[in-house]
T-cell receptor, first 112, second 116 residues
Framework: QQQVKQSPQSLIVQKGGISIINCAYE??????FPWYQQFPGKGPALLIA?????SEKKEGRFTISFNKSAKQFSLHIMDSQPGDSATYFC???????????FGKGTRLSVIA | NAGVMQNPRHLVRRRGQEARLRCSPM?????VYWYRQLPEEGLKFMVY????????ESGMPKERFSAEFPKEGPSILRIQQVVRGDSAAYFC??????????????FGNGTRLTVT
C-alpha cells in the first residue's frame, strides 16, 4: 500500500523555467509534509516542509502548495537552475508518532 | 559539527555472508531511523530506534534483518545470509526527538550494499 504517490517520475525543465512536482497522500491524519532533495551518491537533505494549517510556504525559489481537501501537495521551483538537477522526494508523517513515508521520487533535469 | 556518519560507504558481500552497516547519529541526536532505497524507488522505512530500544520495526523483513542502537557506540543494521535482493542503498537518519516539524530528519550518505 503506497501511502504517498508522487508524479512525475522524471522531469526536464529549461533553465529559468518552473519545475512542478506533485504528491498525493491517503492518510488524513498526516500533519507534516517535507520535501527532500537528493544528489547522486548523497543522502537526502531536507529542502522545505509544511504543516496542513497553511496552504502555501515559500523559501527562496522553493514553494510548497498544500490542498488539504484534495489531499495533495506540490513543490514549485521557480527560475530553475542546472544546479537544481537532483531527485526530489515528498514525504508525510504523523509527527511525533510515525516515521516518514516517502514518495518514489522525481528525477529533475534542468537543461541550459 | 559532523553530520550523520555511515560506514562503510560501499560493501560487497557474497550470497550467504553477513553484512553489518554502521551509523553514528549527529551529536545530540538520540533517535535513529534506517531506510532502504532500491534503484528507481523511494526510501522504504525499515526500523526506528532510540538508545537501547526498538520503537518501530514494522518495515523490517521478518527474517535475517536486525538492528540495534546500544547505549554506547553506533547503531548497527545487520543482515544475515545476504541474498542478491538485499542489494540496495541503506540510509540512516537521525533526529533529536521523534521526527517531525520541529525535529527534521538528517540523513547520512548511505551504505551501498552489493551482493554477488
Amino acid at each position: 500500500q503506497q501511502q504517498v504517490k508522487q508524479s512525475p517520475q522524471s522531469l526536464i525543465v529549461q533553465k529559468g523555467g518552473i519545475s512542478i512536482i506533485n504528491c498525493a497522500y491517503e492518510n488524513t491524519a498526516f500533519d507534516y509534509f517535507p520535501w527532500y532533495q537528493q544528489f547522486p551518491g548523497k543522502g537526502p537533505a531536507l529542502l522545505i516542509a509544511i504543516r496542513p494549517d497553511v496552504s502555501e510556504k515559500k523559501e527562496g525559489r522553493f514553494t510548497i502548495s498544500f490542498n488539504k481537501s484534495a489531499k495533495q501537495f506540490s513543490l514549485h521551483i521557480m527560475d530553475s537552475q542546472p544546479g537544481d538537477s537532483a531527485t526530489y522526494f515528498c514525504a508525510a508523517s504523523l509527527s511525533g508518532n510515525t516515521p516518514l513515508v516517502f514518495g518514489k521520487g522525481t528525477r529533475l533535469s534542468v537543461i541550459a | 559539527n559532523a553530520g550523520v556518519m555511515q560506514n562503510p560507504r560501499h560493501l560487497v558481500r557474497r550470497r550467504g555472508q553477513e553484512a553489518r552497516l554502521r551509523c553514528s547519529p549527529m551529536k545530540g541526536h538520540s533517535h535513529v531511523y534506517w531506510y532502504r532505497q532500491l534503484p528507481e524507488e523511494g526510501l522504504k522505512f525499515m526500523v526506528y530506534l532510540q538508545k537501547e530500544n526498538i520503537i518501530d520495526e514494522s518495515g523490517m523483513p521478518k527474517e535475517r534483518f536486525s538492528a540495534e542502537f546500544p547505549k554506547e557506540g553506533p547503531s548497527i543494521l545487520r543482515i544475515q545470509q545476504v541474498v542478491r535482493g538485499d542489494s540496495a542503498a541503506y540510509f540512516c537518519a537521525s533526529s533529536p526527538r521523534t521526527a517531525g516539524d520541529n525535529s527534521p530528519l538528517h540523513f547520512g550518505n548511505g551504505t551501498r550494499l552489493t551482493v554477488t
